[in-house]
């Protein structure tokens, strides 16, 4: 009987865990493509995210990548422009920038420059 109840408080204390552990983990990965037209560099633009989902402008996504872009039209497409407008309350889990890839960054007042 003693086994049956360690056994039953380990299963409930490893289900606390996995809540605890599930808002993170639940978060979303945001990829940019910057295919939303010239001049609509903004990160609130669908366009520019693969998935056609922007990133929240509040909260926490989670990782906010930047790879390298093939095939991009340069005076089409948005491409390596890119300007944050989300929120100042937003806090990635982590930003990604591919170093090989000519991105020009630039944000609304909260340190993304």
Request: proline share 7%; charged share 10%.
């Amino acid at each position: 009987m003693r086994n049956a109840n360690r056994c039953a408080r380990l299963a409930g204390l490893t289900a606390l865990s996995l809540l605890a552990l599930a808002p993170a983990a639940m978060a979303a990965d945001f990829t940019w493509s910057g295919t939303a037209p010239a001049g609509s560099p903004e990160w609130t633009q669908t366009a520019n995210w693969v998935g056609g989902a922007a990133p929240p402008t509040s909260g926490a996504p989670g990782n906010v990548i930047f790879p390298a872009l093939l095939g991009c039209s340069v005076g089409f497409d948005t491409c390596g422009t890119s300007s944050d407008d989300l929120g100042a309350d937003v806090t990635a889990a982590s930003l990604s920038i591919d170093d090989g890839f000519p991105y020009t960054l630039d944000g609304s007042g909260h340190g993304t420059r």
